[in-house]
């Protein structure tokens, strides 16, 4: 059984940063793909960067420049450093992993960390 759980969210004012971190429990971790996500309320789940397990990073268009997604295989730790927030991208985000590696079928999800941000 995978899981995933993510940690590092909270409260932060507009400008601020954030670091996110999602740990997984399974024993593939190098070989998946990982992706961050995020949905606020009224709204549908956005996909916010992913990672594939060569290092290969995509971005949504309105993060570039802001977030960086990363991985450490020695700590089965994926990251998504936040910078600059603003106050529309307070949402749930959620951890997600690609068993094939691609980074195109997101399997296993956590839970959500809950990020919000003041004006």
């Known amino acids: 059984q995978e899981q995933l759980v993510e940690s590092g969210g909270g409260l932060v004012q507009a400008g601020g940063s954030l670091r996110l971190s999602c740990s997984a429990s399974g024993s593939a971790f190098s070989i998946w793909a990982m992706g961050w996500y995020r949905q606020a309320p009224g709204k549908q789940r956005e996909e916010i960067a992913t990672i594939t397990s060569g290092g290969i990073t995509k971005y949504a268009d309105s993060v570039k420049g802001r977030f960086t997604i990363s991985r450490d295989g020695e700590k089965n730790t994926v990251y998504l450093q936040m910078n600059n927030l603003k106050p529309e991208e307070t949402a749930v985000y959620y951890c997600?992993?690609?068993?094939?590696?691609?980074?195109?079928?997101?399997?296993?999800w956590g839970r959500g960390t809950q990020v919000t941000v003041s004006s």
């Open positions: 997600a992993a690609d068993p094939t590696g691609w980074g195109r079928v997101y399997e296993y």
